[in-house]
């Protein structure tokens, strides 16, 4: 079964091939979200798609513009710029859209 992969989205396992600060698109399930004291008013967020995980940072004033999507979504398709810091990948957010409509037609696929 595919996954329905949304339009122009890079998978987790292909990250490496983006070049520094290449703007991307990212989608995936929700599974960490994390707004630390000490960070400033800065989001992590963790997505997860079919092939690995994408980790993602959420400025005060995007989370701001994008509040609904951050807090509620459980799928969430993420357009930013990629980053590379201490051998670990992130991608900054520009644009955060809540595509979770898109597990319902996950769940009818593995019905059939």
């Given at each position: 079964m595919d996954w329905p992969r949304p339009p122009a989205c890079l998978v987790a396992a292909r990250l490496g091939a983006a070049p520094e600060?290449?703007?991307?698109?990212?989608?995936?399930?929700?599974?960490?979200?994390?707004?630390?004291g000490t960070a400033k008013g800065v989001i992590f967020v963790t997505l997860e798609d079919?092939?690995?995980?994408?980790?993602?940072?959420?400025w005060r004033k995007i989370y701001e513009r994008?509040?609904?999507?951050?807090?509620?979504?459980?799928?969430?398709?993420?357009?930013?710029?990629?980053?590379?810091?201490?051998?670990?990948?992130?991608?900054i957010a520009e644009e955060i859209e809540d595509i979770s409509a898109m597990l319902d037609r996950l769940l009818v696929q593995e019905q059939v």
């Open positions: 600060g290449a703007r991307i698109t990212v989608a995936g399930l929700v599974i960490l979200r994390q707004r630390p079919e092939t690995g995980v994408v980790n993602v940072i959420v994008f509040r609904r999507a951050v807090i509620s979504g459980r799928l969430l398709r993420v357009t930013g710029r990629l980053q590379r810091a201490h051998s670990v990948t992130h991608v």
